[in-house]
């Protein structure tokens, strides 16, 4: 039972371009959502996060959407650098009804083309 | 502020061992969660302790324990090693389980391999 699912397990976009990563949840008690950054052989770096009271949260070059209604998420970064190659997971939790554990989605790999 | 640091960094054991990973967070988080990443497979929860408590366990089986002391560093534990549990093991910290403390901060991992 996947609760957050990323079904794109890969994308290539042109270095400049904009690169559009999404997310579906299925569990409609999450409350809070984040985006995490992998490189090979290291931990994940945070990125971003946005509170189901939001509809959108932007830091720098990246942005990330949240539509309730859908269960669906996305992030987007503008304009994509070849180092934002990466495998970027999705993950969300329930906070304030319950304190749970972070749910990960399998992982979208991105890659920045020069 | 220094990272989450994980020791080893690297680790090669046989069948039937066991394994004891060691997390430090980072200086003021009380939280620390254990994840499984094995290759293809997003990042599995293995269990998150607050305040020397388990607060939340994923579904592993038993052989796989942990705790967290005072100090809020944490140690997970793989008794009974199998093949199957060769994977990077992600410890990450939090300031703690209430709102606005939900982001958590990994550490590098441990590349376990076992033989």
């Known amino acids: 039972d996947q609760q957050v699912k990323q079904n794109s397990p890969s994308l290539s976009v042109q270095e400049g371009r904009i690169s559009i990563l999404n997310c579906d949840y299925t569990?409609?008690?999450?409350?809070?959502f984040l985006w995490y950054k992998k490189y090979p052989a290291e931990g994940p770096t945070f990125l971003i996060s946005?509170?189901?009271?939001?509809d959108k949260n932007e830091d720098g070059r990246f942005t990330v959407f949240l539509n309730k209604s859908a269960k669906h998420l996305s992030l987007h970064i503008v304009p994509s650098q070849p180092g934002d190659s990466a495998v970027y997971f999705c993950?969300?939790?329930?906070?304030?009804?319950?304190?749970?554990?972070?749910?990960f989605g399998p992982g979208t790999s991105l890659s920045v083309i020069p | 502020k220094a990272g989450v640091t994980q020791t080893p960094r690297y680790l090669i054991k046989t069948r039937g061992q066991q394994v004891t990973l060691s997390c430090s967070p980072i200086?003021?988080?009380?939280?620390v969660s254990w994840y499984q990443q094995t290759p293809g497979q997003g990042l599995q929860f293995l269990f998150e302790?607050?305040?020397?408590?388990?607060?939340n366990k994923g579904n592993f089986p038993g052989r796989f324990s942990g705790r967290q002391f005072s100090n809020s560093r944490s140690e997970m534990n793989v008794s009974t090693l199998e093949l199957g549990d060769s994977a990077l093991y992600l410890c990450?910290?939090?300031?703690?389980?209430?709102?606005?403390?939900?982001?958590?901060?990994f550490g590098p991992g441990t590349r376990l391999l076992v033989l």
């Open positions: 946005i509170s189901s009271i939001k």
């Open positions: 990450a910290s939090s300031l703690g389980p209430g709102v606005g403390q939900e982001t958590q901060y």
């Open positions: 569990n409609s008690m999450f409350d809070y």
């Open positions: 200086s003021g988080h009380r939280s």
């Open positions: 302790y607050f305040s020397e408590t388990q607060r």
């Open positions: 993950a969300a939790r329930k906070m304030k009804t319950s304190y749970d554990k972070v749910i």
